[in-house]
């Protein structure tokens, strides 16, 4: 008995797998040139910050000089060998991510948006809008309101050699680790205030709620002290100035996550209507 041989399926699978490698490679090729642009952005801006570095120090330092003069002292700040020049490479690296990150978005944006909905899309651009704008608002929070507070409470922790323990105390302030302590402040706070666009885009997904929000009102405020100790410096006035600040856009983002569930439920009838 002839027995006739199965047909194979390898050149169906060779062609399907061709026809799929044909887009991911596409998508690589894209995502590389997207890439390129950011850190290319990235780049220009590093340069532009550096050539700016010394005008951007001058600029971090005015709370520290205002809290020396109205101390009555010479602001001094003090560096080791190379120690200003590697602060200056770290401020422009900060300033050049900075500048470039309108660059960045837009080009992570136009990456994933033919991939959305037209709703999603529209959704998504007040998001990537409202990252920067919340991120300044807590960098500015901590320029003229925290870190005046943080220099005025270290030049008071000053001591004359007169005072009792026959020792002089005095403050002495480094270039480098000013700047760790601003840039640290301002990320804590930048990032901190990203809370209400985090929280909303959990709610479009329809991961949480308003109510479950407010459910977990008293854990979320242990929770944001704990986070907010870990992110500041150690000194309770940092700690209580981030932790409110927290519970504050907490509370925005309950309102707007409320906001974000209307939306979505209107979406979905408007939905079951347009298919009945």
């Not at 080791?80 to 470039?100: N, Q, S, Y």
């Not at 003229?144 to 409470?153: C, E, Q, S, T």
């Not at 804590?188 to 009102?217: E, H, S």
């Not at 242990?222 to 700690?239: H, K, N, R």
């Amino acid at each position: 008995m002839n027995v006739v041989p199965e047909k194979s399926d390898t050149p169906k699978e060779e062609d399907e797998i061709e026809a799929s490698a044909a887009p991911l490679l596409d998508h690589l090729t894209e995502l590389r040139s997207r890439l390129i642009v950011s850190v290319g952005a990235v780049a220009v801006g590093f340069i532009i910050c550096f050539i700016f570095s010394v005008p951007l120090y001058e600029f971090l330092v005015i709370p520290f000089r205002n809290a020396v003069i109205a101390a009555g002292a010479e602001p001094t700040l003090y560096f080791a060998p190379l120690e200003f020049f590697f602060t200056r490479v770290k401020l422009a690296a900060l300033g050049g991510i900075a500048l470039a990150f309108p660059v960045v978005a837009y080009q992570l944006y136009q990456f994933i948006a033919p991939g959305l909905y037209k709703s999603e899309r529209s959704a998504a651009l007040p998001f990537l809008l409202a990252m920067p704008v919340l991120f300044t608002a807590g960098a500015a929070l901590v320029y003229y309101v925290l870190m005046p507070f943080v220099m005025r409470f270290a030049v008071g922790m000053e001591q004359d050699a007169g005072a009792g323990s026959g020792v002089s105390i005095e403050l002495l302030t480094r270039v480098g680790d000013y700047l760790s302590l601003a840039t640290t402040l301002i990320m804590a706070f930048g990032f901190a205030f990203q809370l209400p666009v985090f929280l909303t885009l959990l709610a479009r997904a329809g991961i949480l709620d308003a109510a479950f929000l407010k459910r977990n009102r008293k854990y979320a405020i242990v929770g944001i002290f704990i986070v907010a100790a870990f992110l500041t410096p150690p000194d309770p006035i940092s700690q209580l100035v981030l932790g409110g600040s927290i519970i504050a856009l907490y509370e925005i983002s309950v309102i707007s996550v409320g906001f974000a569930g209307r939306k979505k439920k209107e979406g979905v009838e408007d939905a079951e209507e347009a298919s009945a």
